[in-house]
């Protein structure tokens, strides 16, 4: 997952990575290849929900991986972890079953240095695709190892000393072989294609400098396009070769930072800022091109730290001060709000039975899909500082906190 935070300031960001639409179509049941799983809409199948929701979780492992906010990615029986360690970036693969580390890699990379110095750590979440996986470190050094090993395939890094304010938060996306990374800074960056077998560049996109928020994925008849949330707008880009298919303004103001994951339900897009509400737009072919019509706009819901899910129908999100909302996903209008906490830090995952909202205080909600009302089934604390999204398969929850790994069951 991505995180961006200035304590001094009192503000923060929060933001995370993605898998390839190649292997996303047959991820097996429970995998969490990418950043918010596997469609990219955090979205878990196979998970079993108890019986009767217990008071409290049971502890299976825990491991002291390192500092970071990335969320891990699990896929089969591998656990994925990026963190730092002060003299370094650090890919582990570890065993899920027990947390025993099976292999680890490393380059020598200098912390985020951030003003009170608590989030030292990447924040970009890892992607699993093709027998590679793919990590963005906090100083910008994109990497390639292979999953097996942690051998390196390909490393970049072709915005030299250049990220953004707080440094990077967007997760890389794989598709069709290709990674798709959100690079450089506000000003000097954009969207960068690679081939994910050599590290080759495909294409490049630089009219808009890059923020804190993920690429998505988009299908509009038989055009694939990268949905990329930049420091100015949003952007349609063709995955063939980058071409600008459509665009919106959505410029940050003041204390805003262009942060969420673009949220994609069909043919619309839905995504958010703070101060200026949660939007959805239709994407559709226009002639030769492409359209993007606005279809609402909600001004009481805006979110800047964490991405909504969408659910039945609904999108379930956190606002910028900390509550949890209910919007028609098809009309904006809003169903209902509840007090969470957290300054509109957290994150949803749709666990099918239930929806999870994890606060960066390390509390873990379990709350009935409902348009009606916000009705909470149980309440654990997994750990301190948990900024990255819950990793759910089965009946496990795996959550990464301050500087741990921890599996948790019900």
């Not at 898998?19 to 469609?39: E, F, I």
């Not at 226009?286 to 129908?313: C, M």
Request: contains cysteine; neutral net charge.
């Amino acid at each position: 997952m991505n995180v961006f935070v200035n304590r001094s300031a009192g503000f923060a960001l929060f933001v995370t990575a993605l898998s390839s639409g190649l292997m996303l179509a047959h991820a097996p049941a429970g995998d969490w290849p990418q950043w918010r799983g596997p469609g990219r809409d955090a979205r878990v199948t196979g998970f079993v929900a108890p019986k009767t929701w217990p008071t409290e979780m049971s502890q299976k492992w825990k491991v002291t991986v390192g500092r970071g906010d990335a969320t891990p990615a699990w896929v089969g029986d591998k656990i994925y972890v990026f963190v730092n360690d002060a003299s370094g970036d650090i890919t582990l693969c570890c065993e899920a079953s027990t947390g025993k580390e099976l292999w680890r890699n490393k380059y020598d990379a200098q912390a985020a240095t951030e003003p009170m110095g608590q989030h030292p750590g990447p924040r970009s979440s890892p992607a699993v695709a093709g027998g590679k996986i793919v990590a963005y470190g906090a100083r910008g050094t994109l990497s390639c190892l292979d999953v097996a090993t942690g051998k390196v395939a390909w490393r970049k890094d072709d915005f030299p000393g250049v990220w953004p304010r707080f440094f990077t938060s967007a997760s890389p996306l794989i598709a069709d072989h290709v990674v798709i990374a959100q690079l450089g800074s506000e000003r000097q960056g954009g969207v960068v294609a690679y081939d994910l077998a050599t590290g080759d560049q495909k294409w490049k996109w630089t009219a808009a400098g890059t923020a804190y928020a993920s690429p998505a994925l988009l299908t509009v008849g038989t055009t694939r396009m990268v949905v990329a949330l930049t420091a100015q707008n949003i952007v349609g880009l063709a995955l063939a070769d980058g071409k600008l298919l459509w665009e919106l303004p959505f410029a940050a103001q003041e204390r805003a930072y262009n942060a969420a994951t673009p949220i994609v339900a069909g043919q619309t897009v839905i995504y958010s800022g703070a101060g200026r509400g949660t939007r959805a737009a239709k994407i559709e072919k226009a002639g030769d091109g492409f359209s993007a019509k606005e279809l609402w706009s909600n001004s009481a819901n805006a979110v800047q730290y964490n991405t909504p899910v969408i659910k039945d129908g609904q999108l379930y999100g956190i606002t910028q001060k900390g509550e949890l909302f209910c919007l028609d996903a098809q009309k904006g209008d809003t169903l209902w709000t509840a007090p969470l906490g957290g300054r509109g830090f957290g994150s949803i995952v749709d666990a099918g039975p239930a929806l999870f909202a994890l606060t960066p205080q390390g509390e873990l909600v379990a709350f009935e899909p409902s348009d009606k009302e916000f009705k909470k089934l149980g309440g654990y604390k997994v750990g301190t500082d948990t900024y990255a999204y819950p990793v759910i398969a089965g009946a496990g929850i795996c959550i990464k906190d301050k500087d741990s790994l921890t599996l948790w069951t019900f």
